[in-house]
């Protein structure tokens, strides 16, 4: 099996609750048909996080396992990089020569990869991205599902098109100003339908 092999960077501070979603993310990663490496689910084991020598000497043998990693996938709640993860995507983009993805992990069981704020190898540096930029657009699948059943009332109550143009839009944007991408327009219509499931 050809596999690569993922460094994973998500929040730790030495929290029960982030280790059982490190956990997670690491299935994840595996469910992808990757292997895995998480500095915070090992050497916390044998290392104390409390312990300001201990802690240093964590961060540095996850580095020394980063260099190994052919990509670092980026685990954020809420769309939050902890100082330690940002640390971490900082000497990941200065030393090592990988790639770097971001993944919105709000909810542990929906994790939702965000391909607009991947950082390439082969790119100059660019600033990290926003709490903003690291939220999935969840909210609008949920609200477009609603809106699109009042359009489909109203239409079948006779109402005119034109007439609801100014309501579509609210959600939808102006068809003539959104440019089209097939692949985004396709994952939308998939999670439309399986919410109608």
């Known amino acids: 099996m050809s596999s690569k092999h993922i460094f ?12 059982a979603l490190a956990r997670k993310y690491c299935k994840y990663v595996i469910d992808q048909g990757n292997n895995v490496f998480c500095a915070h689910l090992l ?5 104390d996080e409390a312990n300001p020598n201990d802690r240093e000497k964590g961060i540095a043998l996850g580095e020394e396992w980063m260099y190994r990693c052919e ?37 542990p069981d929906n994790i939702i990869e965000l391909k607009h704020v991947s950082i ?15 939220l999935a657009p969840k909210p609008f699948a949920k609200k477009a599902h ?3 059943d009042d359009v489909a009332e109203a239409l079948k109550n006779g109402a005119k098109y034109e007439d ?22 396709k994952q939308w219509e998939m999670e439309y339908r399986r919410g109608r499931e």
């Open 120 to 134: 390439s190898r082969t790119q100059p540096w660019v600033d990290l991205p926003t709490q903003a930029q690291l």
């Open 43 to 47: 050497f916390p084991q044998f290392l």
């Open 71 to 107: 990509e670092t996938w980026v685990f954020t709640k809420n769309g939050v990089l902890s100082k330690g993860m940002t640390q971490e995507i900082k000497h990941c983009r200065e030393y090592c020569t990988t790639d770097i993805f971001f993944f919105d992990a709000t909810d």
């Open 8 to 19: 994973i960077c998500s929040e730790f501070q030495g929290l029960e609750s982030n280790l």
């Open 146 to 148: 609603t809106k699109l």
């Open 164 to 185: 609801l143009e100014d309501q579509i839009n609210s959600f939808l944007g102006p068809v003539d100003k959104v440019e089209q991408d097939p692949e985004a327009d």
